[in-house]
Each structure stands twice: as C-alpha cells, then as structure tokens.
C-alpha cells in the first residue's frame, strides 16, 4: 500500500537554524510528492513538489529533493526564520490521476528568536 | 477567484445530529476531496469525486455520505454525528487535466465538535 511517514515533533529551532524534516514513503510505482504547510489557524498551502526521481523542489528558500533509492523526500532550509514556524506535512499522490493525496501526520517547526 | 471555500468555519453538534458540511470551488476542478484532520494522524482522506455524479471511499469513509451533482459542489453529510467525529475537515480541489499539475488546493476547514 502506499504510506508517508515523518519525523516526529516538535522541532524546536533558534532564527538562522538549519533545518531538516524527514520524510521517507512507500508507494506502488513512482508517486508524485509534495510537501505542504499550514500556518496557524489556516488551511495547507503547497510549499513544494516533485514528480519524477531526481526532481528537486524549491520555494521560498525550502528544498526537497526525490530519492528513489532510498524512497525519501527530506525538506530542508538552510537558514529558518520565525515566520516558517508552522506545521509541516509530506505527501504524495499515487500513479494514476486518481486525486488522491497519502499525507504523513505532521511535523512541527518553532522558530524561536 | 475565490477559490476553495468551506462553510461553517466552526460547528458544536449532539451526539445523533445530522448536518452538513459544504464545499464549493470555482476553479472548474473536477476532482475534489475531503480529508480530516486529527492530532497526530496527519490528514486522512474521507472521500472523493473524480467528475460530477462520480464518488467513492478513501481511507475513513464510515459515517459520511457525500454526492457530486456539480462541478462546483461536494457537499460532506454526516448523518448521525458522534464524538469520534471531532475534527477538522478540510476540502479540496484540483484540476484532472492531463498536464495540469497535480497542485490541490485546500479551503480553510471546518472545525466540528460533537458532544
């Protein structure tokens, strides 16, 4: 079957951290993969996605490359702000245009000052 | 564009009660979705709609019925609420097209407590 599974949180940082989330799947042939935040009190945006092995997605200084060898899709940034404290989650939609979205249970990120 | 919308934003129900949970799109998106969302578990999805009048069950379907008589409307029913029903409830959409992207666009939830 297909599952995304997440480092636990909360992850707890100081401003101009590194940061790195973990995010490992199993999947049925070569999903597309996504990450996604949620600020405080609001919906899920799209931060990033990738859909082929070797994509890297990028946006707004995050980055997530798609390993197939070792099924990952780790986010990383190299120098986090308290603005990207938020919750966040790693995805991915099986082969097939079916809609769907498999999404691992949140990670949390503070950024303190 | 006003994108996904989600009414209400916030619900108290008894135990039993029936209500329903609206979702509109105005995208033109066939596909859409509900999904909960419970501490720690992530974002589960309940059901979903490839067309109009096309449904069918995600992971956690009992409890909730859902149609799709239009493009823009995926109305989430439950019939007889209980406690386990907590949640936040999120809709979403996005675009079936070949070449589309596969980018889905979540509301802003609703945020339900049964009693």
């Known amino acids: 079957g297909n599952s995304v599974t997440q480092m636990e949180g909360p992850v707890t940082l100081s401003e101009e951290a590194f940061l790195t989330i973990n995010c490992t799947y199993t999947a049925t042939g070569y999903p597309s993969l996504f990450w996604y935040v949620q600020y405080p009190g609001e919906g899920l945006q799209l931060l990033l996605k990738a859909t082929k092995a070797d994509d890297k997605g990028s946006n707004k200084g995050f980055e997530a490359t798609y390993r197939k060898e070792t099924t990952s899709f780790h986010l990383e940034k190299g120098s986090v702000q308290v603005s990207d404290s938020a919750v966040y989650f790693c995805?991915?939609?099986?082969?097939?245009?079916?809609?769907?979205?498999?999404f691992g249970q949140g990670t949390t990120l503070q950024v303190k000052p | 564009n006003a994108g996904v919308t989600q009414t209400p934003k916030f619900q108290v129900l008894k135990t039993g009660q029936s209500m329903t949970l609206q979702c509109a799109q105005d995208m033109n998106h066939e596909y859409m979705s509900w999904y909960r969302q419970d501490p720690g578990m992530g974002l589960r999805l309940i059901h979903y709609s490839v067309g109009a009048g096309i449904t069918d069950q995600g992971e956690v379907p009992n409890g909730y019925n859902v149609s799709r008589s239009t493009t823009e409307d995926f109305p989430l029913r439950l019939l007889s609420a209980a406690p386990s029903q907590t949640s936040v409830y999120f809709c979403a959409s996005r675009s079936g097209k070949a070449g589309a992207g596969e980018t889905q666009y979540f509301g802003p939830g609703t945020r339900l407590l049964v009693l």
């Open positions: 995805a991915l939609s099986p082969r097939g245009n079916t809609g769907k979205l498999i």
